[in-house]
Nanobody, 121 residues
Framework: QVQLVESGGGLVQAGGSLRLSCAGSGRSFSSSAMGWFRQAPGKEREFVGATWRGFRTSYTDSVKGRFTISRDNAKNTVYLQMSSLQPEDTAVYYC???????????????WGQGTQVTVSS
């Protein structure tokens, strides 16, 4: 069964850090464009950032300089290191594989179940 499983979410105070992991199984994701998305209550799911082939990364403006995406192909895992967290970062965070263009943003063909990140003020 091909799947993505996120972990590492939790409750953190403003200014704190968390590292999310997205472990893939059932196939190799080493050549896949992998992304992180988030969805806050009452809002649409938004693109956070992605790691592309060749380990190039890109981020939405609101997280640039605070979030870092990395990948370990040997472990079939993608990470989202989040620092200087703010209450507005509170959301369910999802990872996705095999990204494709979707209007002005991106979507994925395979999604994880999500992990909750809550930032208290």
């Amino acid at each position: 069964q091909v799947q993505l499983v996120e972990s590492g979410g939790g409750l953190v105070q403003a200014g704190g850090s968390l590292r999310l992991s997205c472990a893939g199984s059932g196939r190799s994701f080493s050549s896949s464009a992998m992304g992180w998305f988030r969805q806050a209550p009452g809002k649409e799911r938004e693109f956070v950032g992605a790691t592309w082939r060749g380990f190039r990364t890109s981020y939405t403006d609101s997280v640039k300089g605070r979030f870092t995406i990395s990948r370990d192909n040997a472990k079939n895992t993608v990470y989202l290191q989040m620092s200087s967290l703010q209450p507005e970062d509170t959301a369910v965070y999802y990872c996705a594989a095999d990204l494709y263009p979707y209007g002005s943003t991106w979507r994925g063909n395979l999604w994880g179940q999500g992990t909750q990140v809550t930032v208290s003020s």
